[in-house]
């Protein structure tokens, strides 16, 4: 059984760090593009970033280019957020997405991703 368990988040300042970690078990992680994804109250879900199998492939979205960084350690079955310079707009449930999609790019769409963490939430103060 696949299992993600995402943790690191909490309550920051704005222009604050965090990173958060998501530890993968049940399947050969480095098979996998990851993605982490968020969704604030009275949101719909959007893509934050994703990595590729062998990482050669970081996909941003505009939101977050330059702020936050991802990275995975597939000896460690984890995939890392370090997100700096955090906004209140940041402020949301962060979850972490495993997809088997074919090809070297990592996938930007929800329905790409097969297996979910519960998520963590990361709160930004103003």
């Known amino acids: 059984q696949v299992q993600l368990v995402e943790s690191g988040g909490g309550l920051v300042q704005a222009g604050g760090s965090l990173r958060l970690s998501c530890a993968a078990s049940?399947?050969?992680?480095?098979?996998?593009?990851m993605g982490w994804f968020r969704q604030a109250p009275g949101k719909e879900r959007e893509f934050v970033v994703a990595?590729?199998?062998?990482?050669?492939?970081?996909p941003y979205a505009d939101s977050v280019k330059g702020r936050f960084t991802i990275s995975r350690d597939n000896a460690k079955n984890t995939l890392y957020l370090q997100m700096n310079s955090l906004k209140p707009e940041d402020t949301a449930v962060y979850y972490c997405?495993?997809?088997?999609?074919?090809?070297?790019?990592?996938?930007?769409?929800?329905?790409?991703?097969?297996?979910w963490g519960q998520g963590t939430q990361v709160t930004v103060s103003s």
């Open positions: 049940g399947r050969v992680f480095r098979s996998d593009h």
């Open positions: 997405a495993t997809s088997q999609v074919a090809g070297i790019s990592a996938p930007k769409r929800d329905y790409e991703y097969r297996y």
């Open positions: 990595i590729s199998r062998i990482g050669v492939s970081t």
